[in-house]
Nanobody, 115 residues
Framework: VQLVESGGGLVQPGGSLRLSCAAS????????MSWYRQAPGKEREAVAR????????NYADSVKGRFTISRDNAKNAVYLQMNSLKSDDTAVYYC?????????WGQGTQVTVSS
């Protein structure tokens, strides 16, 4: 199993970024997928999740209305569109396989929101 995130970077408050996670080594379409984040000195927290079959989604209250999770099973990829970014969104963002307790993680991608 391999998960590789990309798309992080430095963005000004109010800006947007789109994170991507490329998955391999398993039948991607059969698994729920998640995005988590971890800010310095804080625990890793769930940001958004998408189910395998119905593509139902779930978001942390702090990102509702600003972030959108999606997936492309043909490309074995999951995405996180992040709009109206705030300084509080600064963190390392991780892609995880699974819903409540992901069993595999990517290496993470840094998102820094700063002017």
């Amino acid at each position: 199993v391999q998960l590789v995130e990309s798309g992080g970077g430095l963005v000004q408050p109010g800006g947007s970024l789109r994170l991507s996670c490329a998955a391999s080594g398993f039948t991607f379409s059969m698994y729920d997928m998640s995005w988590y984040r971890q800010a310095p000195g804080k625990e890793r927290e769930a940001v958004a999740r998408i189910s395998a079959f119905t593509r139902s989604t779930n978001y942390a209250d702090s990102v509702k209305g600003r972030f959108t999770i999606s997936r492309d099973n043909a490309k074995n990829a999951v995405y996180l569109q992040m709009n109206s970014l705030k300084s509080d969104d600064t963190a390392v963002y991780y892609c995880g396989r699974g819903w409540a307790q992901p069993d595999y993680w990517g290496q993470g991608t840094q998102v820094t929101v700063s002017s």
